[in-house]
């Protein structure tokens, strides 16, 4: 894609809040050279046009500076996991308030097999077998925009089963082989667990086979979700009450289309756009389980199944899985929606700033260019929205008591609150 060029007065503006934001994020690098060198790789993203190695943005004849960029990418042992911690506690105490945690698949596609993480496989996003590095970002998404502040790498089998490349690539003792949507549902729970954010709706998509892992996982940790699933996913409904015999399974599509004469007319507008939408929506209460015979782990609340058509089709053609009953349906669809908003800020400023341009071999490399390039997407952002660096010095507040000592509460979005939405009401058709 065509990289954007910025004005030379919006790339000062961003460069100020880099200066800020090296300070708010990066307090837990231990050097001052460590965090200048941060700097550097922070602006070099910010203003290298082109594709954003270490060599562009260290520039040409420069190679001491390289070779420093390089050590402090590659090989320095900086832990990523508090710079990315900071970015998000930043992020969620600001005018950027988050509605729903996204998960937003990255496929990066190589040639060879020397990048870590790399190998042919089949990837959903692109309908086809790839040789690529299959990753993940978890986003703070809220209706005006969007940031990655949590990164996976799905390590394919033989990354972490021969020693050699394992050892090569210096991949922890403790990674393990996991499809992406697994390691998206572990990385979740640890911010969950350990960030000490309030814990907002996580929207994803899986297939129907990994469904049972997802809702699981989070149920395990009081997580809401809106998770899309396919329409062919069995889901089981109905058994309640005397004149109520069952329960009963059908497709998700069959169930949804069923129920057709309920629809709700939702007037929206679009992520990135101005004209309107009109979506119909319509939703069933489903039994726990969605299509597994394994008891849960622990007893699930009870599950909503939501569908969606567009103005013109003839039948139901979007549909998701969520344990959230308490919100209308025009709310939770506008929820599920926030993957647009990601997918617009991931083509706009993410992948400007380099997301996928990193070339070097080593896991701690790819992690820390992950890092600072959500860093230098926020700078981006920020420095863009308001012309001016952040406060450095707010204090953080802790989000309150929680239900479980040491676990931040589930906090949805207040209910006037609609990502997207028109001015225009819902109404019933």
């Known amino acids: 894609m065509a990289r954007v060029v910025l004005p030379e007065d919006s790339t000062k503006e961003i460069s100020d809040v880099i200066d800020v934001l090296i300070s708010l994020f990066f307090e837990s690098l231990p050097r001052r050279d460590q965090r200048n060198w941060a700097r550097v790789y922070l602006n070099g993203l910010v203003r290298t046009t082109g594709k954003k190695t270490i060599r562009n943005i260290a520039g040409t004849g420069a190679s001491s500076v390289e070779q420093s960029l390089q050590q402090f990418i590659s090989k320095s042992p900086w832990d990523w996991t508090p710079v990315r911690r900071s970015l998000a506690r930043h992020l969620e105490r600001t005018a950027q308030r988050p509605l729903a945690w996204v998960v937003q698949p990255m496929v990066i596609e190589k040639a060879g097999d020397a990048s870590v993480g790399v190998g042919r496989q089949f990837v959903p996003q692109l309908g086809r077998t790839a040789n690529c590095q299959q990753a993940g970002g978890i986003w703070l998404a809220s209706s005006e925009a969007s940031f990655p502040v949590e990164w996976t790498l799905t390590l394919p089998g033989p990354w972490t089963s021969e020693l050699l490349r394992r050892t090569r690539a210096g991949i922890p003792d403790t990674a393990r082989s996991l499809t992406p949507a697994q390691d998206a549902v572990h990385a979740v729970q640890r911010m969950a667990a350990t960030w000490q954010l309030q814990r907002r709706p996580v929207v994803m998509e899986v297939s129907n086979a990994e469904l049972p892992y997802c809702v699981d996982s989070f149920a395990l940790q009081d997580i809401p979700f809106v998770i899309k699933v396919d ?184 209910r006037p609150l609609i990502p997207g939405q028109a001015t225009r009401r819902e109404y019933i058709r």
């Open 231 to 414: 329409g062919s996913l069995p889901v089981s409904f109905g058994g309640a009450g005397r004149h109520k015999p069952g329960p009963h399974t059908a497709p998700a599509r069959e169930l949804i289309d069923s129920l057709r004469s309920q629809r709700r007319v939702v007037e929206w507008t679009r992520h990135g756009r101005t004209e309107g939408a009109v979506t119909l929506l319509t939703s069933a209460a489903i039994l726990a389980g969605v299509g597994d015979d394994r008891p849960p782990p622990v007893p699930l609340p009870p599950l909503l199944l939501v569908g969606a058509w567009t103005e013109t089709a003839l039948l139901p053609s979007e549909f998701w899985i969520t344990n959230i009953g308490d919100r209308p349906l025009a709310q939770l669809f506008l929820l599920a929606k926030l993957t647009d908003r990601v997918s617009l800020d991931f083509a706009e400023t993410c992948e400007p700033v380099g997301i996928r341009d990193f070339e070097g071999r080593s896991f701690r490399g790819w992690h820390h260019h992950a890092t600072l390039a959500s860093v230098a997407h926020a700078a981006h952002l920020l420095g863009c929205a308001t012309g001016r660096p952040p406060e450095p010095h707010t204090p953080l507040p802790y989000p309150g008591p929680t239900r479980t000592p040491g676990r931040p509460p589930a906090v949805l979005p207040p």
